[in-house]
């Protein structure tokens, strides 16, 4: 079974302030992680997974997230806010179920960003 | 770059209508998925297909069908459309059978149905 946790479904930063998305995830097995952004009216995007070969990983558009597999935790981060990053993030856990590809979303945050 | 084609954008429906929504890539994947998106759940999987003719229910698949005729086409169909349907609907598609594949997202179908 796999589950995952986003523990804000709101974050406001100021532009060119840091920017935290906390993601928390449940796993049988070691698992893969992904970081999908959605625009206004758009459809998902990836971000940035993760697949075992390095801990931190970059991503596009200046983000990046470290997988902790003791704090099971893949948070993502960006050192400074730009108004187009303005959307909503989903953290995603991949794995297998019954021979099949099963990916299990989070419920979302949605990143305010004030000029 | 991988190309998914959802039909419709919005779309509105009266309650008891059967509804088609069409799906299609442009990159010879093997898999699609039909997710459909609500406020505060996230997404949720519908169904799923991982070649032409064979689906595999997801984690709602009530009131939903699915068919795939071709490997590049993936449809899902509301048999009696209902007011608890209305939501966006995501398809997506993705290469192979591996946890590590990237799912590419069509922009969506807002389905209302009144």
């Known amino acids: 079974a796999q589950s995952v946790t986003q523990l804000d479904s709101h974050v406001s930063v100021s532009e060119g302030t840091p920017v935290l998305l906390r993601c928390n995830y449940s796993?049988?097995?070691?698992?893969?992680l992904f970081w999908y952004v959605q625009h206004p009216n758009k459809g998902l995007q990836l971000l940035l997974k993760y697949t075992s070969a390095a801990t931190l990983v970059k991503g596009i558009n200046g983000f990046e997230a470290e997988f902790k597999k003791s704090e099971t935790s893949f948070h993502l981060t960006k050192p400074s806010a730009h108004m187009s990053d303005a959307a909503e993030y989903f953290c995603?856990?991949?794995?297998?179920?019954?021979?099949?590809?099963?990916?299990?979303f989070g419920t979302g945050t949605k990143l305010q960003v004030i000029p | 770059d991988v190309k998914v084609t959802q039909s419709s954008r919005y779309l509105v429906k009266r309650t008891g209508e059967k509804v088609f929504l069409e799906c299609v890539q442009d990159?010879?994947?093997?898999?699609m998925f039909w997710y459909r998106q609500d406020p505060g759940l996230g997404l949720r999987l519908i169904y799923f297909?991982?070649?032409?003719?064979?689906?595999e229910k997801g984690d709602i698949p009530e009131g939903y069908s699915v068919s795939r005729e071709k490997k590049e086409r993936f449809s899902l169909i509301l048999e009696s459309a209902s007011t608890n349907q209305t939501s966006m609907y995501l398809c997506?598609?993705?290469?192979?059978?591996?946890?590590?594949?990237?799912?590419?997202f069509g922009p969506g179908t807002r389905l209302t149905v009144l």
């Open positions: 297909s991982y070649d032409v003719k064979m689906k």
């Open positions: 997506a598609s993705s290469y192979g059978t591996s946890d590590t594949d990237t799912q590419y």
């Open positions: 796993s049988s097995y070691s698992p893969s």
């Open positions: 990159m010879d994947h093997e898999n």
């Open positions: 995603v856990v991949g794995g297998f179920s019954g021979g099949y590809q099963k990916v299990t």
